[in-house]
């Protein structure tokens, strides 16, 4: 079940800020100089993360932000197994949560917001002696062509992986060619293509390879030209946002999830490619720190 944000006399963002506000403003002591938020999060939001919501919170709070990149699956599975402490969890697939709850998974978590989403596409290097190609002819065509490098990530570990196997499968169909997805991708993990999530962008600015799949919000941030794919093939990553059960620091990490819903949070969302959703909870709303609740509808 999901429940929306309140709709009150005043705007979703004014309601974020006026938290946001009260947050900041000292209400809750502050963690320690050797102490960070820890944010696990889903890899193609690193120049998001790093460079853009980190930063930003600890200007405006004065806490530490220290964030970890890795695939939604592999860090899903990494918070399950206990091997590794963290404080906020951000997936690129709501459906990763749903392995972290319940007593059989550990009840690791309770309750997820989804925020934000961003289609995938197909990025490519301008450098690349197949760019001029995607001017002309129908993408699914230059990626079959002999000898172009293809970068994705694995269908296992990474939601992006598992969605680019979505694409060409239901390509296929669209563009009636049966053996598409074997034609450019081989098996479902060729090795030949399958690459940590946080490592395509760079493999493919340094021409390791000519083209990958992304999302939307990897190659805006990146500056890297991406061909937009038809909208009725496109699938898309889904955002969201939780707090541990277990975190280490609580209120910390409530404030971090108050900025990152806020309006300062949302605005560097927007700039760095991702398209914004009115954030919606999914899970035991009970959970979620009184702060947050208040601006989240409790009816059914």
């Known amino acids: 079940m999901q429940i929306k944000l309140v709709r009150?006399?005043?705007?979703?963002?004014?309601?974020?800020g006026l938290l946001a506000t009260a947050l900041w403003a000292g209400r809750a002591p502050a963690v320690s100089a050797q102490q960070a938020v820890n944010v696990l999060y889903a890899g193609s939001l690193v120049n998001l993360m790093e460079r853009g919501i980190g930063p930003a919170f600890e200007r405006t709070t004065g806490e530490r932000f220290q964030g970890y990149a890795g695939g939604s699956n592999g860090l899903a599975s990494q918070i399950k197994g206990r091997l590794r402490a963290a404080d906020v969890f951000i997936s690129a697939n709501p459906k990763v949560n749903a392995r972290l709850m319940g007593p059989?998974?550990?009840s690791r978590v309770s309750w997820y917001i989804s925020f934000a989403q961003s289609p995938l596409v197909i990025g490519y290097n301008p450098s690349s002696r197949f760019a001029a190609d995607f001017k002309g002819e129908p993408w699914y065509r230059v990626l079959m062509q002999p000898g172009i490098r293809i970068g994705r990530t694995d269908p296992k570990l990474d939601p992006k992986g598992a969605l680019t196997l979505q694409l060409m499968s239901q390509a296929a169909t669209f563009y009636g060619i049966t053996d598409l997805s074997r034609r450019v991708l081989g098996e479902p993990e060729n090795p030949a293509q399958v690459l940590p999530e946080e490592a395509l962008v760079g493999r493919l600015q340094s021409g390791l390879i000519d083209v990958g799949f992304f999302y939307s919000t990897e190659t805006a941030d990146a500056?890297?030209?991406?061909?937009?794919?038809?909208a009725a093939i496109a699938p898309k990553a889904v955002y969201t946002v939780t707090i541990l059960r277990d975190a280490p620091h609580p209120a910390a990490?409530?404030?971090?999830?108050?900025f990152l819903l806020g309006p300062g949070g949302r605005r560097l969302l927007k700039e760095?490619?991702?398209?914004?959703q009115k954030p919606a909870l999914t899970g035991a709303a009970r959970a979620v720190p009184r702060d947050l609740r208040s601006l989240l509808d409790q009816a059914n």
Do not use: C, E
């Open 8 to 16: 009150r006399k005043r705007s979703v963002a004014g309601a974020l």
């Open 272 to 276: 760095h490619g991702l398209a914004l």
């Open 223 to 230: 500056r890297v030209p991406a061909v937009t794919l038809p």
């Open 104 to 106: 059989p998974n550990g």
């Open 253 to 258: 990490a409530d404030r971090f999830v108050a």
